[in-house]
């Protein structure tokens, strides 16, 4: 070993990628619950798609207590999709109140 190095060589830097910090108006990371819900071509229309979200949510909340109503367990599924859809759709909501109208 020389000068308390492997091999004698000093560590190079070589270059690449530069790598920046955060900055404070970054948007935070997405959660994968919202990676996985939200999709990209969702992004292009947000006032539509947070409308069709809330719909789509209702008619499943209605599908749900309709199962439910016949006491089956199997209404638990449809229960859980519409809150996702509602929770996707009060995102997309967020997005449009946030956007200057077009």
């Known amino acids: 070993m020389k000068n308390g190095r492997r091999?004698?060589?000093?560590?190079?830097?070589?270059?690449?990628?530069?790598?920046?910090?955060?900055?404070?108006?970054?948007?935070?990371p997405?959660?994968?619950?919202?990676r996985l819900?939200?999709?990209s071509w969702e992004h292009r229309h947000p006032r539509l798609f947070w409308?069709?979200?809330?719909?789509?949510?209702?008619v499943l909340l209605g599908l749900g207590m309709f199962v439910l109503s016949y006491g089956s367990w199997w209404a638990l599924p449809?229960?859980?999709?519409?809150?996702?859809?509602f929770y996707v759709g009060y995102r997309h909501y967020q997005a449009t109140q946030?956007?200057?109208?077009?």
């Open 7 to 28: 091999g004698g060589r000093a560590s190079e830097v070589t270059a690449g990628i530069p790598m920046h910090a955060i900055s404070d108006n970054a948007p935070p």
């Open 30 to 34: 997405r959660s994968l619950f919202q």
């Open 37 to 39: 819900l939200l999709r």
């Open 51 to 58: 409308k069709v979200r809330v719909v789509s949510g209702l």
């Open 78 to 85: 449809f229960l859980a999709l519409a809150a996702a859809n």
């Open 98 to 102: 946030s956007q200057p109208p077009t």
